[in-house]
């Protein structure tokens, strides 16, 4: 028996239709296929079923799921099962369309990435012929309309991949017709205008080629008021100067040549004077290099402000760009940011999605749709993506991809333990002789002798510190870097020194304490005053006069927002830059705010 989904919904017995009577019993299957293998509640059902269910809802569900089961009597292994919470469907994977479709564009990816070409076109041409119309055409619901978003992504990524393979395979007359139906379709999808205009250049109809171009730019302009992207741009280019890489090309023996366009990379630049971390590059190379059967990998790399998450993660991504051939991505979610507020998570999929080529009349304002169309288009893909400043777990989940060989790296200053499954990767400060070099790389001659140790050591060893001390000695030619070190022995000086016309140290570490609650950004102001480095829980109670049970839990907090260090358990240290920031700050007004003290 075959499910099938691509198109509208169907079952077939030996290629024979099963009748299925009426439309409530086909959106129960369809709901029931997406979640295929799992149980799915009663009350899910009856929500997906109806906007405002009836009374009978429920014995609607239960009739419904009595003729399904006759209808599912004669197939072998597929089964309707009652189980506590509701109903579950078992059925064989290969017996679902979708299930084929996502796994032959998979192996024809793979193929392509191996080199065998003509393999991955067959599979290709396979999966797209599977096609019989919109995934779930016949089905409003809305998490199988958000499924069928995703899965008519899908197939449109599956077209414009099998087109380039045909062109890279020397097609071109063949294909017009083709691409000409296919933009006519979908006349803002990049990748399609692409093929098409490479294979009427290769034709020898260079302005016929130049013509589709300009169709779509004043497509663009008129409807959304944008440019072509990039690929596109390029692609006008290389045709307008009869360049090589667009003449066809005759694929070699051993290892065809795919012509394409090139996929971007949206990274930002690597830092030429990135010092240091090699403890944790070494763990960032085993975490990836970790076998994991093709699926995503996550890692949280989270620290204090201005601790070098971002330059990390970027220089990485660089590192493993090779590893990761079908797309390089980059999103700053601002969650800490003195400027604007952060990005929603349907803001961030919409940035991810137009730098994927998807345009932007077609995104759907929902999460939901846009979270599933964006993991539609990395599944099966080896894609890097960068999600920088990220304020919480909730703003970064819709963005991770379900499946694929795709490597994630979040950077936050708050811990994310709700991102299951994830690597978490503390940064903190350089090691001392880390900070010297970076410091020299900076100053240059100036930064000599023996007073360098002690000028990192009250930079912290944190990195923008470091970098911004190192660049205001580089740009005084007449001090040395005793006179850098006499300006930081104060706290005061510290707050004054390490600010510059473009760079303020105390303002990036104060983006952090304006997230705290008023007790902790209170209890964080009463320890840096006090002159103890390190207070233990009885400490901290006579210094501030609360109960150990609240003590214990702003501690939780300043650990959490990584505000503070824990030397050893029960103990909390406030590094000496968090420290002098606390001492700038206003103190919080609220009625029923406790009056902490701090012992002088």
């Known amino acids: 028996m075959d499910f099938l989904v691509l198109g509208p919904v169907e079952v077939r017995e030996s290629g024979v239709p099963v009748r299925l009577r009426g439309m409530r019993r086909r959106r129960l299957l369809a709901l029931l296929l997406l979640n295929a293998g799992h149980a799915v509640s009663m009350d899910a059902l009856v929500d997906e079923m109806w906007p405002d269910p009836p009374a009978s809802a429920r014995h609607q569900v239960h009739n419904a799921i009595r003729d399904l089961r006759a ?43 191996e080199g065998r070409d003509t393999e ?42 099998l087109m380039e393979l045909r062109l890279a395979a020397g097609e071109t007359g063949s294909l017009v017709a083709e691409l000409f ?29 130049l013509a589709v171009y300009d169709e779509g730019r004043r497509l663009l302009a008129d409807e959304l008021g944008l440019e072509p992207g990039p690929r596109l741009r ?18 070699a023996p051993a290892r065809p040549t795919t012509v394409r366009l090139v996929q971007d990379n949206y990274l930002p630049r690597d830092l030429p004077d990135f010092t240091g971390r090699a403890t944790e590059l070494a763990r960032l190379d085993r975490a990836v290099d970790e076998p994991g059967g093709g699926s995503p990998r996550t890692v949280v790399i989270d620290g204090m402000g201005g601790i070098g998450k971002t330059a990390l993660a970027v220089h990485f991504a660089h590192r493993r760009t090779a590893d990761h051939p079908d797309g390089q991505f980059y999103v700053d979610l601002h969650g800490f940011s003195p400027v604007r507020a952060p990005l929603t998570p349907e803001e961030a999929l919409g940035v991810l999605l137009r730098s994927d080529g998807a345009a932007p009349d077609a995104l759907p304002a929902g999460l939901a749709e846009r979270s599933a169309i964006w993991r539609s288009r990395l599944a099966g893909r080896r894609a890097l993506l960068v999600l920088d400043n990220v304020a919480d777990a909730a703003q970064v989940a819709p963005l991770l991809p379900g499946t694929g060989d795709t490597l994630a790296l979040i950077t936050t200053r708050r811990k994310l333990t709700a991102t299951d499954g994830a690597l978490s990767l503390p940064l903190g400060p350089l090691a001392p002789a880390e900070a010297e070099t970076l410091f020299r790389r900076i100053a240059g001659e100036a930064a000599t002798g023996p007073s360098l140790t002690r000028t990192v050591a009250l930079c912290g060893h944190h990195p923008l510190a470091l970098r911004i001390a190192a660049t205001r000695l580089r740009d005084r030619p007449s001090w040395t870097v005793p006179d850098v070190t006499a300006r930081l022995c104060t706290s005061g000086g510290r707050t004054a020194f390490l600010r510059t016309a473009d760079r303020d140290l105390m303002s990036v570490l104060a983006l952090s304490y304006a997230h705290l609650p008023y007790e902790a950004l209170e209890f964080t102001r009463a320890l840096a005053l006090h002159p103890a480095a390190v207070h233990d829980i009885g400490q901290a109670c006579a210094a501030t006069g609360l109960a150990p049970s ?37 103190p919080p007004s609220h009625a029923t705010a406790p009056r902490l003290t701090a012992v002088a």
């Open 550 to 586: 609240a003590v214990e839990c702003l501690f939780d907090t300043l650990l959490d927002h990584n505000l503070a260090d824990e030397p050893s358990p029960a103990h909390l240290a406030i590094p000496l830059l968090l420290r002098d920031c606390a001492h700038t700050l206003t």
């Open 181 to 209: 139906a296919l933009t006519a379709r979908h006349p803002l999808r990049d990748a399609l205008r692409g093929s098409l205009m490479l294979a009427l250049y290769r034709g020898g109809r260079q302005a016929d080629a």
């Open 71 to 113: 209808a599912l009597t004669s197939s072998e292994g597929a089964g309707l099962i009652t189980v506590d919470v509701g109903y579950r469907l078992d059925v064989p994977a290969d017996a679902v369309d979708a299930h084929r479709f996502t796994e032959w564009v998979r192996a024809a990816r793979a193929a392509r990435r």
């Open 234 to 251: 390029r692609l006008q280019t290389e045709i307008l100067a009869d360049a090589p890489q667009v003449q066809r090309r005759t694929p």
């Open 120 to 161: 991955a076109m067959r599979l290709l041409q396979a999966a797209v012929d599977l096609w019989r119309g919109d995934a779930f055409a016949d089905i409003d619901c809305p998490a199988v309309t958000a499924a069928a978003a995703g899965l008519d992504e899908q197939r449109l990524t599956a077209v414009e991949e």
